[in-house]
């Protein structure tokens, strides 16, 4: 496997990313244009950082998809044991009202393959908030990672995923690389939604797994049928870290 993040940053039409609010317990779709890690972004030349990219799938040729969980992996205690029984590089976006009790566990799957990433501090939905309230969201989160266990999380899911430009603003003050999105949802049934294109799975697909779902109780099992899944399609789960 290629080793060594990606940084290269991505073309986006802001305005077309633009995503519609589901309901609060529900995932919205990314956009059919969320952009995949590997076009430029022109800086305003004003001394402003560049916007983050919006992906939520990352352009390779390696059988490699990737897991992604919010604030659900702490419901199911099952679910460490599965991480550390196969070594599963998972990446965790993680609220800090939501997840924050269960820090700890969590923080502790670090060592075999877990990435700690950002997924704001209260769950508020970001779009159409002032960029005060944004950025008090994105880099309140960022510090209470760095504070507890020293993550510099690169990476950020907006609740809901929902978003608008002041987000990619804030965001980019805060430090993000990334807002990840994903393209394919493992939903409460364990079964596979996809949000555009074929509905199987591809090399660099990001997958959501379930993650605003209140009752994740199943999640051990809903994530060992996934990867049965991934790998009947000759597919393996790669560090998102690596590639964004």
Known sequence: MRRGRSRRPAVAALAALLLPLAACDRLAAPAEHAA???DPVQDSGRG????????DHVRTDEPVVFLTYDDSAERDPAFPGLVRDRRLPVTLFLTGTVAGPAYGDLARLRPFGASLQNHTL???????????????EICGQQTKLRSRFGVRAHLFRPPHGTYDTTTLRAAADCGITALVLWRATLDA???????????????GDIIAVDPDHPTATNLTAHTERLLETIEEQGLSVGNLEDYV
């Open 36 to 38: 995949a890690v590997g």
């Open 189 to 203: 049934d364990g079964d596979l939604t996809y949000t555009r294109g074929e509905p199987r799975l591809h090399p």
């Open 122 to 136: 209260d769950h508020r939905s970001l779009r159409g908030l002032p960029y005060a309230g944004q950025r008090a």
């Open 48 to 55: 402003r950082r560049p916007p983050p990219p919006v992906v």
